[in-house]
């Protein structure tokens, strides 16, 4: 049980580039925390920062009130699971989970009375004196996280963990992490573009863009209550429904559509209004006229992809909307709908600066 | 007929014709290759004269025992000091000390390299190469300066250490290296394994069959060493078995028979290596 304390941390490389700008962040002890964002917005940087496998520029990094920013990774007290398992490849799972405790001088029957406990845990008892080139993805993965658990750290981190399995197994993957992590209740850190990951595993999700934390808390708040654009357009799938506006004191306007009902708006800035697929209904006084494209039926419901028609559109291509809707509605491709939306539950944004204004 | 061909070319992915082309090349290469070897093995059988009067043989002959036989009561030099068991132990002394000290060498100049951040990395790493420039052969003069000055004349280590700064084996190393993911490094890391212990329990054991590549191909330099050996060393006692080929006569029978003995080792040790040998040079 600990907890992790970054303070202004800033990561610059000696060619100048800066991977995370000032990252100020408290992780309570047994919090599951998820850093989310596009490849190359500094999240794994982050990670490998509170591991010790990069140096911090400025700022400190504290677990349980000790600053850790020079202290040698293996010192640390942390596990990391990579992505590609960086399992050894001529060792044993048995020779790979007991490494770092050999290292660390443990006696033998300790250490293999440990193995084997994490082993029956994620159910690799079995493959124990196997090597890593005769399992799956999936038991490999295990395996390393495996050799996380042995160590008993006081955090473990996560570096996209899954991205190498097939989706199925990652799925399933997924709910024994997040299984493991509350039988255990050791504080985590996970790294993930993938937000379906990120919603579903975190107590607490970080959404970080170039090297800034964007938003932080709960997974669903952030999905319900986005401070800027970009984290309502990278949280939610399918993703939020975008329209270029401006407000003249009456209406917000796209193109030729009026739209009523919104007040207390900037007037002649860019805007931009934001609705959720799921936030749209088929309704005859509607605001939006739509041009069916596409039709996908995932089973239980279908998006519905097309065209707004008459809205103002960016560069040349037509502002496209995704509707969700129940397995029943199967509208014909190339036919007019038209769809209406709760003001109550619309979000506008300022185009330049992504802030969110209601 | 034409159906089977046609069959054939679906399951092989080749029609017989390029098939029998590649194995036609394949064989003359051999035969190129082995050529020599059987020229001679089969002069080897021969009385010195018939090599003398009809040259070299292609046909096994009737004098293999007798031949082989003055090989090995073979004594030459000013008091008789120069026996086969001699030159072979000297042969092997310096082919596995070469062999032994440029895997360790490179092994451990690339694992710097690669593994340690150091200043100039690029710089070193291109400076060692430039070494290949300038084979020993080219350096002899100034290389048997410094062997005097450190007072080796005349001792097996004058032979070895000059042949050691094989830059082949640490540019074979380092680029093994780079091909480990810097994960593992990183797994170590965190797992409490420093430098030496990276390189005990993850580096070593991952490139085992890398280094007996690089110990076959040192084996080899040292073993066939002729030129220096010579140069720095006037003592029957450090005669080898390559130098002690022009001792006993080219064009004779027992000479020819020592040319065979002397091209075994450096046979088996091929033997024995070959599997890893190749696995290594096929990555």
Redesign the interface.
């Known amino acids: 049980m600990s907890k992790v304390q970054l303070s202004n941390v800033t990561k610059t490389y000696p060619n100048g580039a800066e991977a995370v700008r000032g990252v100020d962040m408290e992780v309570e002890s047994g919090e599951f925390i998820v850093f989310v964002g596009p490849s190359g917005c500094g999240k794994s940087t982050l990670l490998r920062m509170v591991a010790g496998l990069e140096s911090v520029t400025d700022g400190q990094i504290q677990i349980d009130d000790r600053l850790i920013n020079d202290v040698s990774p293996a010192d640390r007290d942390v596990a990391m699971v990579f992505q590609n398992y960086a399992l050894y490849p001529h060792m044993t799972v048995h020779g790979n989970m007991s490494y770092g405790l050999k290292n660390r001088g443990m006696p033998k029957q300790e250490i293999n009375a440990k193995v084997v406990e994490a082993a029956k845990m994620l159910k690799i008892e079995d493959f124990l004196d196997r090597q890593p080139n005769q399992l799956s993805g999936g038991q490999r993965q295990r395996v390393a996280m495996g050799r996380a658990i042995v160590r008993e750290p006081k955090v473990f981190l996560f570096d996209e963990p899954l991205s190498n399995l097939d989706a199925k197994l990652r799925v399933q993957m997924r709910i024994e992490i997040k299984r493991l992590q509350r039988r255990m209740n050791v504080t985590s850190i996970y790294v993930t573009h993938d937000q379906t990951e990120a919603m579903t595993l975190a107590d607490r999700l970080a959404v970080i863009n170039e090297g800034k934390i964007e938003q932080m808390g709960a997974p669903i708040e952030l999905y319900n209550n986005p401070a800027t654009l970009f984290v309502a357009s990278f949280i939610g799938s399918p993703q939020i429904n975008l329209l270029p506006a401006m407000f003249d004191g009456q209406y917000l306007s796209s193109g030729d559509l009026k739209l009523e009902g919104f007040v207390d708006l900037p007037q002649s800035k860019e805007l931009v209004l934001g609705i959720r697929p799921d936030e749209l209904r088929l309704s005859d006084d509607g605001q939006f006229p739509m041009r069916v494209d596409i039709v996908e039926q995932h089973g239980s419901d279908n998006l519905i992809y097309g065209a707004i028609l008459g809205a103002e559109q960016e560069s040349d291509e037509e502002t496209e909307f995704c509707f969700k809707t129940s397995q029943d509605m199967l509208p014909e491709l190339e036919s007019n709908l038209t769809l209406g939306f709760d003001v109550d539950r619309a979000l506008v944004f300022h185009k330049d600066t992504g802030e969110r204004l209601r | 007929m034409a159906s089977h061909d046609s069959q054939y070319q679906a399951v092989v992915g080749k029609s017989r014709l390029s098939t029998a082309v590649a194995h036609a090349i394949l064989v003359a290469g051999l035969v190129f290759l082995l050529a020599p070897i059987l020229l001679i093995i089969a002069s080897s059988t021969h009385s010195t004269s018939t090599l003398q009067l009809g040259g070299l043989q292609w046909l096994p002959g009737d004098r293999a025992i007798e031949n082989y036989a003055r090989v090995i009561s073979f004594e030459a030099g000013f008091s008789d000091r120069i026996t086969p068991m001699g030159m072979l132990g000297n042969s092997l002394i310096i082919a596995i000390g070469v062999a032994v000290l440029t895997t360790v060498l490179s092994f451990l100049s690339a694992y710097a390299m690669v593994f340690f951040r150091l200043p100039c990395k690029g710089f070193v790493f291109w400076f060692v190469m430039v070494t290949l420039l300038f084979p020993l052969e080219s350096r002899f003069v100034n290389t048997f300066g410094v062997v005097v000055s450190l007072g080796l004349i005349n001792t097996h280590a004058a032979i070895v250490l000059p042949a050691l700064a094989v830059a082949l084996g640490t540019f074979f190393f380092r680029q093994h290296f780079l091909t480990m ?1 810097k ?2 490094i ?8 420093g430098p030496f ?1 990276f390189l005990k ?2 580096v070593v ?2 490139s085992i069959s890398k280094a007996g590549a690089i110990f076959v191909i040192a084996f080899m330099i040292g073993w066939n060493q002729f030129l220096w050996p010579m140069m720095i060393s006037t003592n029957d006692d450090l005669y080898t078995l390559v130098r002690g080929i022009g001792l006993i006569g080219q064009e004779s029978g027992p000479g020819m028979a020592l040319v065979v003995i002397t091209i075994l080792p450096p046979f088996f040790l091929l033997l024995i290596f070959q599997r890893w040998f190749y696995k290594s040079l096929s990555v």
Request: hydrophobic fraction near 45%; aromatic fraction near 0%.
């Open positions: 993911p994960e593992l990183e797994a170590a890391t965190l797992d409490g394994a212990r329990d993850i054991p991952l």
